[in-house]
């Protein structure tokens, strides 16, 4: 579980399209692909990629997204004036916001690590040696990584 826990050191700042809505995250990690229906739905392509961070490790700069829920667990934060998709909060996962990571300034250094609900692939998954799951990840692979694990903490 270690490669979804393991946090990416840094400061990443994104925002959406139009610019309204800027963010900053320190220290995410579990940057995964995800093909299920709702997210391709959401995106309006055959995958999102989506990465972790603790809640206290991300700040709104400026802007305030909108919310959609999109479902009984989850609810879905866009821009009210371009649209874009920015994060994703479960309500079984609290202190935890996940992030598109096509929103960042430098997404490059975000790489997604896992495919995430390839048994709802709209289109064959990419043979690119990452890990897959034909559902989503256990809970514990989004758990706070522990304070131990983020460099300089």
């Given amino acids: 579980m270690d490669q979804f826990r ?9 925002g959406c399209l139009c610019g309204a809505v800027r ?3 320190s220290d ?3 940057a ?6 709702t997210c391709r739905r959401m995106s309006g392509g055959p995958a999102i990629i989506w990465a972790a961070v603790e809640e206290r ?3 709104l700069i400026s802007g305030s997204p909108l919310v959609y829920r999109s479902s009984d667990r989850a609810r879905r934060q866009f821009c009210g004036a371009c ?3 920015l994060f994703l909060l ?3 996962l609290p202190g935890m916001v996940l992030f598109a990571t096509g929103s960042l300034d430098e997404p490059e250094r975000l790489p997604p690590r896992f495919h995430l609900w390839t048994s709802a692939a709209a289109v064959p998954v990419p043979e690119d040696g990452l890990p897959r799951f034909p559902e989503g990840l256990p809970a514990e692979a989004f758990a706070i990584p522990p304070a131990s694990a983020a460099p300089g903490r």
């Fill in 6 to 14: 393991t946090p990416v050191p840094g400061t990443f700042d994104g």
């Fill in 23 to 25: 963010y900053r995250v």
């Fill in 28 to 30: 995410p990690f579990g």
């Fill in 32 to 37: 995964g692909y995800c093909h299920c229906e």
């Fill in 57 to 59: 490790r991300s700040v």
């Fill in 83 to 85: 649209g874009s998709t």
């Fill in 90 to 92: 479960y309500d079984d």
